[in-house]
């Protein structure tokens, strides 16, 4: 069993910037997803084992990184010229798979943490 820990939501204004990480007890192809109150799970950025390659839904593309530390295990989210139709619950996710790939589909990840809250707002 694979755990995921993130940290480092919270309640931020229009046009600010946050940074989320997620620790995990495996080296695994990790990605974030997130969940609107009322809307469905959505990708956001996903990077595949060795963080050589990476993707982003495009209303993000531009204004989110995704990297990772290997070193450490952990996965981050640098968030930049963050929005109000941000906010959501943001999740980590992980899955076993080959070196070289990312995955975009929640279905496909096996493994996911306990959430963060971050809210953009004025």
């Known amino acids: 069993q694979v755990q995921l820990v993130e940290s480092g939501g919270g309640l931020v204004q229009p046009g600010a910037s946050l940074t989320l990480s997620c620790t995990a007890s495996s080296r695994l192809p990790m990605g974030w997803f997130r969940q609107a109150p009322g809307k469905n799970r959505e990708f956001v950025a996903a990077i595949s084992l060795a963080g050589t390659l990476t993707g982003y839904a495009d209303d993000v593309k531009g204004r989110f990184t995704i990297s990772r530390d290997n070193a450490k295990n952990t996965l981050y989210l640098r968030m930049d010229n963050l929005k109000p139709e941000d906010t959501a619950i943001y999740y980590c996710?992980?899955?076993?798979?080959?070196?070289?790939?990312?995955?975009?589909?929640?279905?496909?990840?096996?493994?996911w943490g306990q959430g963060t809250q971050v809210t953009v707002s004025s």
């Open positions: 996710a992980a899955r076993r798979g080959v070196t070289g790939v990312y995955y975009t589909r929640d279905y496909e990840y096996t493994f």
